[in-house]
């Protein structure tokens, strides 16, 4: 009995080592979905269209080239005017503002076709006015953000400063969606002799910020948080020839871009907020589940991540003195995009 018990282990064991056999799909011939990011508003300036393949998920090349060029990049509105956009550098095409700005209640819809004669199109959508009023107040208030202890490392703390509120008038029949960009950009002081001068740019770090605080009776947005500055933070530690000095912020300059969103716009930037809200739990939304809005027209079931978006635009720039709540608001305030750069003089566009 033993022997036979034996013999019949000895014949599974052959069936199951002969049954072994591993599995390596050659996979460097896969391509990623195209990934459109495309914006229009009813600003006077150059609009801009990228284009570029997703990397696939087991890329170790960080320098691979995704861009795509030599595209056809075309937009349409529904009077029949058709706006051609050039390319200027790898898988970027741009508008021209001589022959192309967007006009609040038209609707805009971006076609694509691609070097290999692959068509991509988005339905239309609608440039909504963005003429209501505003009403802008602060006020003081903490927020938890990363600080540097010193020594280059990051921890969690709670900083006092003030928070920008923006009440919105509504003047319209249907409910106003709004999305909100918000910069910081800090004038500071080194007391040498004579000081020396500069500025810090800060961009936002939170997730899309999404209007939501609604009267039940009016449909006005009521004091809806749009940027927190950190106006109590005003000096750090910095050298000056071997000197330990102070680096004082002497004037805090929010940038707020207050965008006017169609139903397309606010319900995709409503889940892109769902994912980036994910705290890792089994049934989280994942970023799979975030539906664009543009479509190959050559092949049904190629994907394309992508959302082409017409929002009106409005932007504002305010000014905050340190340990301050009362707001300035300024036409504009664009200061030259080296980083930080130190002047010998004040400049004429400087606030003080």
């Known amino acids: 009995m033993y022997r036979s018990i034996f013999f019949v282990v000895c014949i599974l064991l052959i069936i199951i080592t002969a049954c072994k056999d591993l599995f390596s799909p050659e996979l460097k011939g ?44 075309v937009v349409y509105d529904n009077l029949g005017y058709i706006y051609r956009f050039k390319e200027s550098n790898n898988g970027v095409y741009w508008s021209d503002p001589s022959e192309f700005v967007g006009v609040p209640g038209r609707y805009y819809m971006l076609r ?54 923006y009440d919105i008038e509504n003047n319209e029949d249907t409910l106003i969606r709004f999305k909100f960009d918000y910069r910081l950009i800090t004038e500071w002081i080194i007391p040498t002799q004579p ?4 500025w810090d740019t800060w961009p936002n770090k939170d997730i899309i910020n999404l209007t939501d605080n609604y009267s039940t009776s009016t449909n006005n947005i009521e004091k809806h948080n749009v940027c927190f500055v950190p106006t109590n933070d005003v000096g750090s530690t910095v050298w000056v020839d071997t000197i330990k000095m102070t680096k004082w912020v002497y004037k805090f300059v929010p940038r707020i871009i207050q965008y006017r969103l169609n139903n397309d716009a606010y319900q995709y930037y409503k889940s892109v907020n769902t994912v980036l809200g994910a705290t890792g739990k089994i049934f989280d939304p994942i970023p799979s589940q975030v539906k664009g809005n543009m ?7 190629l994907e394309v991540l992508s959302f082409f978006e017409a929002s009106s ?40």
């Open 30 to 73: 896969v391509q990623g979905p195209l990934v459109v990011e495309g914006l229009i508003t009813d600003n006077a300036k150059p609009y801009s269209i990228r284009l570029s393949k997703a990397v696939r998920y087991d890329n170790n090349n960080d320098n691979e080239l995704t861009s795509v060029s030599k595209a056809t990049v």
């Open 112 to 165: 694509i076709k691609t070097a290999d004669n692959v068509e991509y199109q988005s339905p239309p959508q609608l440039l909504l006015p963005n003429n209501f009023n505003v009403n802008v107040s602060a006020e003081f208030g903490t927020q938890d953000q990363l600080v540097d202890d010193g020594t280059g490392t990051l921890f969690k703390k709670a900083v006092d400063g003030t928070i920008i509120f």
């Open 313 to 352: 635009a409005r932007t504002s720039y305010y000014v905050l003195n340190p340990w301050s709540k009362i707001l300035h608001n300024v036409e504009s305030f664009e200061p030259p995009s080296e980083f930080g750069s130190n002047l010998p003089t004040y400049p004429d566009w400087w606030i003080y």
């Open 295 to 301: 479509k190959c027209l050559s092949d049904n079931n």
């Open 195 to 198: 000081p020396t001068l500069g």
